[in-house]
């Protein structure tokens, strides 16, 4: 009994050190069962860093097709950058008025009915052009009214001076974010949640390596998930900051310092709350290898699935990665 008090007392004390995050147990839970109508989701690309991005889309609306769960559509940017890597898959969702330029670009056409849509997910990256004010403030009454959001890998490194999206992304990285925009957030080696408030720039990565993913928090997102697994070759993001209010920190990956890492064990898997909206911000998904992890399809099928639904009904896949050893499907 003594112990259990000691536990607890522990508990209350770390979940009172940071007055920011949300990282209780009991934060979300999964109260039923999802309607069998399928959801109607929104992929929005066309301009991102990782000219992988005509070929991610494809592969991630092949995921959620395939999962029978979701109605997919795709809203590109009229100027599209990056475009030409991958011209068979860029050429499936753009047409005769998409034209790839050499600087990101604004297209002041860019006005997606978010509202159609039970969540939008973001293949945008670092240095994506401004969005039409318009569209900027249709997507905030989106979200604000109850709408889901998904933020894969670079698509927390735009839009560093839109308040709104840094407080739905909860923390990005590059764009000239600093400590004006928030605190580093990362847990030590003692399973401690650190809040660190030092100047500094955000974001950071070394080598890409194959990343292990511990989690945090019982959340459906994760249930039944092992606790620790490991993920295909992708960038290990650190040092992200942002408001990171309504933040639930899911699970974390090491970025060991033998690999130019921060040491830490990062946020890479989280849940945001914004208005009455849901939205769930992976930072996994550099290239394609590691968009065809099993640990990635998982947890990304299931993120898409709360921010639009706010519950998970996906049973864990029998193939799913252990503590050391990786799993992926070919994409072809
Ligand atoms: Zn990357």
């Not at 660190?196 to 511990?214: F, P, R, V, Y």
């Not at 959340?219 to 070759?233: A, D, F, N, Q, S």
Request: glycine share 10%; net charge positive; aromatic share 12%.
């Amino acid at each position: 009994m003594k112990k259990l008090i000691l536990i607890t007392a522990l508990m209350s004390i770390l979940s009172t050190s940071c007055t920011h995050l949300n990282n209780k147990a009991t934060s979300d839970t999964n109260n039923g069962s999802v309607s069998i109508n399928k959801r109607k989701i929104l992929i929005i690309d066309g301009q991102n860093n990782h000219n992988v991005w005509p070929k991610s889309t494809v592969m991630m609306k092949s995921y959620l097709t395939e999962s029978n769960l979701f109605e997919v559509d795709v809203y590109r940017t009229k100027p599209t950058w990056n475009g030409g890597t991958h011209p068979e898959f860029y050429a499936s969702y753009s047409n005769s008025s998409n034209f790839d330029v050499e600087k990101p670009q604004m297209d002041i056409t860019f006005t997606p009915n978010f509202s159609q849509y039970d969540a939008i997910i973001s293949n945008f990256g670092y240095k994506t052009a401004e969005w039409p004010t318009q569209t900027k403030r249709a997507f905030e009454v989106y979200m604000e009214s109850g709408g889901g959001f998904v933020s894969v890998h670079a698509a927390n490194n735009a839009f560093p001076g839109w308040l709104a999206f840094n407080k739905m992304i909860g923390l990005g990285g590059w764009g000239g974010r600093n400590e004006k925009n928030g605190s580093y957030f990362y847990y030590n080696e003692d399973g401690n949640l650190i809040e660190n408030k030092q100047a500094g720039k955000a974001g950071t990565h070394g080598e890409k390596h194959e990343l292990q993913i511990t989690k945090r928090t019982e959340h459906p997102i994760l249930k039944g998930l092992p606790t620790v697994w490991m993920h295909t070759k992708d960038e290990c993001y650190g040092q992200l900051r942002g408001p990171a209010k309504n933040l639930t920190i899911l699970a974390t990956a090491f970025c060991p310092k033998d690999k130019n890492g921060t040491g830490r064990h990062e946020p890479t898997l989280m849940t945001i709350r914004y208005g009455k909206g849901r939205i769930f911000h992976t930072t996994l998904g550099h290239d394609d290898y590691s968009f065809e992890s099993v640990g990635f399809i998982t947890t990304f099928l299931r993120g898409v699935e709360w921010a639009a639904t706010g519950q998970v009904s996906q049973i864990v896949p029998a193939d799913f990665p252990t503590k050391y050893v990786s799993r992926k499907l070919n994409f072809n």
